[in-house]
């Protein structure tokens, strides 16, 4: 089953993805249509306004794109809009179900 999911304002367009990494790369290549610019020369922009420096984990990349289009997960009743980053950062079987 899906995990993950990114739906596109413009279109209403829902993409799912089983993994983060997966969903990271859409928003790459996302990212590259929708500003023409790299995911590091997003950053590096973002990094002039203010905001942290990205890392490898693509969090502050991930939560970023978040604002302009919709992540998520998908649960056994539905989609829910969250920060995708702290639930992969926690969907560990040391931090239980």
């Known amino acids: 089953m899906n995990k993950y ?7 209403n367009t829902v993409m799912k993805f089983k993994t983060y990494d997966e969903t990271v790369l859409f928003l ?18 973002a990094v002039a306004l203010g905001y942290s420096p990205d890392d490898q984990s693509a969090t502050q990349f991930v939560r970023l794109m978040s604002d302009t289009v919709e992540v998520g997960v ?10 995708i980053t ?9 931090f239980g179900d």
């Open 74 to 83: 998908i649960r056994e009743h539905g989609k829910m809009r969250t920060d």
């Open 28 to 45: 790459e290549k996302y990212c590259a249509l929708k500003f023409k610019k790299t995911r590091t020369q997003y950053m590096n922009d």
């Open 5 to 11: 999911y990114i739906k596109d304002p413009n279109s």
């Open 86 to 94: 702290t639930i992969d950062r926690y969907n560990k079987p040391e």
